[in-house]
């Protein structure tokens, strides 16, 4: 496994080798086999561990283990500890959900304050599976079926090619050590059942199933990007952006046999979920509408008019001093802080030193430019909109922190290079907002 890692680390990953890492690290046997490949090439990565708190003392010793393991290898090493529970009840979301968005705001915060250039996880062959075939029972399109991509933006997924047997196969071979999740022999979770009884039944009867698998992934991908390019094509004929709004044309529409297919992957990004009420909006009257959560797709005579809610019209907030607190646009917080913590999403660390009051709090606006975090040189506000895919209206929704004229942060997205703090700074100011539906 050690000779076919490393080829496929050269034929396709072979941009890592140069980079700054860092390895989501449980302690499990798929994360700590992925840690002991990286070391053998000598790759230049850290480890990063969350301790969810939903395992007693199991998680505690899943801490101790991955810390121990770092010091003993003379790693760096990154480890938080989350009231998930809490968090999935305040935000409504199932323990899993909950668990991946804190441990993903938690390593993007890490590759913006520390400057690593990818995040790296352990998914493998299986869970490319098993994930597919959770998707497929809760019914769902293409998206659902092409299977977990290696590399999604800054993260990267190098184990993919390989079965759980060859992991397998490898700890036992190089006597690796790791840490067993108990919840992995629960069949409460869905991905539990697939794994136990649903997986081996496909094995059993196809002893190649998942290179089998994997063929049928390269199909569904191809038809993917056949798909992507029908899309946009004829979005080009039917919907038009005018002052803040997508028009689509009825008439050019209903030309199309498959024009609720359209539809959907035109609008299911904004929210929209009551599908046979978008598609009877074509036939309905004029001046009939839906909701989403933050859109409104209107009736206009010949036209569907997607637009945002509207909301109140701030132009600017001004802070005066690090003691204000803001309410609208944004409820933002300042405070000064003797080193940085609580690494989330909506907060940002700045050097005092470089911050001037009055902060202006504003809309983005055309001519803006700054300094990414974590990039050298300056770049357009509307390219870093551009580059990452930005909608029409998260651009309108988007807001700036300023100070003296120049852009500290692109609120809830990126800051400025400029004015970020590290470790050495001396005095820091933390600012943090916590509004995201404004965002």
Same mark, same amino acid.
């Not at 909950?98 to 993007?108: P, S, T």
């Not at 599976?129 to 991509?149: A, H, K, Q, W, Y």
């Not at 069949?187 to 190649?208: A, Q, T």
């Not at 202006?360 to 300056?378: L, N």
């Given at each position: 496994?050690?000779?076919? =890692? ?52 199991? /998680? ?46 938690? =390593? ?54 390989? *079965? ?5 196969? +490898? ?10 999740? /108990?919840?992995?022999? /629960?069949?409460?979770?869905?991905r539990n059942k697939i794994r136990h009884h649903i997986v081996p039944v496909f094995k059993e009867i196809n002893e190649s199933f998942l290179q089998s698998f994997q063929n049928t992934l390269e199909h569904l991908n191809q038809e993917q990007s056949l798909v992507n390019d029908a899309v946009q094509m ?24 498959? +024009? ?9 990004? =904004? ?7 978008? +598609? ?14 933050? +859109? ?10 997607? *637009? ?12 005066? /001093? ?52 974590g990039m050298q040189g300056k770049k357009k506000v509307s390219k870093y909109f551009k580059d990452e895919k930005f909608t029409l209206f998260q651009k309108q929704k988007t807001w700036i922190l300023e100070s003296n004229n120049q852009i500290v942060w692109i609120i809830g997205h990126r800051a400025d ?23």
């Amino acid at each position: 496994m050690e000779q076919k =890692f490393q080829n496929h680390i050269q034929q396709n990953l072979s941009f890592l080798k140069d980079k700054k890492l860092l390895v989501a690290t449980s302690g499990g046997m798929d994360s700590m086999v992925l840690v002991h490949l990286f070391k053998k090439l000598n790759l230049n990565f850290a480890l990063a561990h969350c301790n969810f708190q939903l395992r007693g003392l199991e /998680s505690d010793g899943d801490e101790n283990f991955v810390k121990e393991y770092a010091k003993s290898n003379n790693i760096n090493c990154f480890i938080t500890k989350f009231d998930t529970e809490k968090y999935s009840k305040e935000h409504k979301l199932s323990t899993q959900l909950a668990a991946r968005k804190l441990r993903y705001d938690w =390593f993007n915060e890490i590759l913006e304050q520390e400057k690593f250039d990818y995040i790296v996880t352990a998914h493998h062959a299986d869970d490319v599976v098993e994930t597919f075939m959770i998707n497929l029972s809760r019914g769902t399109g293409l998206d659902g079926l092409t299977g977990i991509p290696s590399q999604n933006g800054n993260i990267i997924r190098p184990l993919l090619p390989f *079965s759980r047997t060859e992991i397998e196969k +490898y700890v036992s071979e190089n006597n690796l050590q790791w840490r067993e999740d /108990s919840s992995n022999a /629960s069949d409460k979770y869905l991905r539990n059942k697939i794994r136990h009884h649903i997986v081996p039944v496909f094995k059993e009867i196809n002893e190649s199933f998942l290179q089998s698998f994997q063929n049928t992934l390269e199909h569904l991908n191809q038809e993917q990007s056949l798909v992507n390019d029908a899309v946009q094509m004829v979005y080009e004929k039917v919907v038009s952006e005018e002052k803040g709004q997508l028009k689509i044309d009825i008439s050019v529409l209903l030309q199309y046999k498959n +024009y609720k297919a359209y539809l959907y992957q035109w609008l299911h990004k =904004f929210g929209f979920s009551a599908w046979n009420d978008v +598609y009877n909006l074509v036939e309905s009257q004029s001046g009939k509408q839906i909701f989403s959560e933050n +859109y409104i797709l209107l009736k206009d005579r010949g036209f569907l008019i997607l *637009s945002a809610k509207k909301t109140a019209d701030f132009k600017e907030i001004i802070v005066n /001093s690090i003691t204000e607190k803001t309410n609208f646009p944004l409820k933002l917080t300042l405070c000064n802080l003797s080193n940085i913590s609580n690494r989330m999403k909506n907060v940002i660390f700045v050097n005092e030193n470089k911050i001037q009051f009055p902060l202006t709090i504003r809309k983005w606006k055309e001519g803006d430019c700054f300094y990414p975090s974590g990039m050298q040189g300056k770049k357009k506000v509307s390219k870093y909109f551009k580059d990452e895919k930005f909608t029409l209206f998260q651009k309108q929704k988007t807001w700036i922190l300023e100070s003296n004229n120049q852009i500290v942060w692109i609120i809830g997205h990126r800051a400025d290079e400029r004015f970020i703090a590290n470790n050495s700074t001396q005095t820091q100011i933390k600012i943090e907002f916590n509004n995201e539906k404004n965002i």
